[in-house]
T-cell receptor, first 111, second 113 residues
Framework: GDSVTQMEGPVTLSEEAFLTINCTYT??????LFWYVQYPGEGLQLLLK?????DKGSNKGFEATYRKETTSFHLEKGSVQVSDSAVYFC??????????FGAGTRLFVKA | DTEVTQTPKHLVMGMTNKKSLKCEQH?????MYWYKQKAKKPPELMFV???????INESVPSRFSPECPNSSLLNLHLHALQPEDSALYLC????????????FGSGTQLSVL
């Protein structure tokens, strides 16, 4: 079946460091790919999305490129801030109402 | 208004109690969802309503009973829960065409004693 695999956390970085969170997927067809972020005590919110191969999603300095050849959608940010500390979920959707989430990666950013 | 509002934020209930969780959105979305999230885990889909009709029930125990009174409201009625049902319950909505982004509420943190 379809699945999403994320790198295990937690990831701990110093402020202004470069961030990469790896995400790979297994799916038939042409899924849409998403990154959601969950701050402490809150629900998930969409960070960025891409709907077809080679699309780049971007938001708030975060970027991810839909790579069909490597079935990947890695999240990157050039310079993290303390306020980026959260849990990041990679996800896919193939139509219908089911979204498949990865296990989540917790990010801690130290000042 | 791009918010999904959930009440209450916190709920403590005994195993014999009956309680309800409420969710509201005013974005004109036609799909509404209930998810359950345990600590340090991703959300797990429970129910989906599409155009006010139950579209998906992920084999959820009958002690959880969803209700969609209208296109803006979604309830989750709880009865005779077990301690293992303690979790964060998230409501979400989407436009209703499928394969689209989800808008989540902040959730209800439920503790069953």
């Amino acid at each position: 079946g379809d699945s999403v695999t994320q790198m295990e956390g937690p990831v701990t970085l110093s402020e202004e460091a470069f961030l990469t969170i790896n995400c790979t997927y297994t799916a038939t067809g042409y899924p849409s790919l998403f990154w959601y972020v969950q701050y402490p005590g809150e629900g998930l919110q969409l960070l960025l999305k891409a709907t077809k191969a080679d699309d780049k999603g971007s938001n708030k300095g975060f970027e991810a490129t839909y790579r069909k050849e490597t079935t990947s959608f890695h999240l990157e940010k050039g310079s993290v801030q303390v306020s980026d500390s959260a849990v990041y979920f990679c996800a896919l959707s193939k139509g219908g109402f089911k979204t498949i989430f990865g296990a989540g990666t917790r990010l801690f950013v130290k000042a | 208004d791009t918010e999904v509002t959930q009440t209450p934020k916190h709920l403590v209930m005994g195993m014999t109690n009956k309680k309800s969780l409420k969710c509201e959105q005013h974005m004109g979305h036609r799909a509404m969802y209930w998810y359950k999230q345990k600590a340090k885990k991703p959300p797990e889909l429970m129910f989906v309503y599409s155009y006010e009709k139950l579209s998906i029930n992920e084999s959820v125990p009958s002690r959880f009973s969803p209700e969609c009174p209208n296109s803006s409201l979604l309830n989750l009625h709880l009865h005779a829960l077990q301690p293992e049902d303690s979790a964060l319950y998230l409501c979400a909505s989407s436009q209703g065409t499928g394969n689209e982004k989800l808008f989540f509420g902040s959730g209800t943190q439920l503790s069953v004693l």
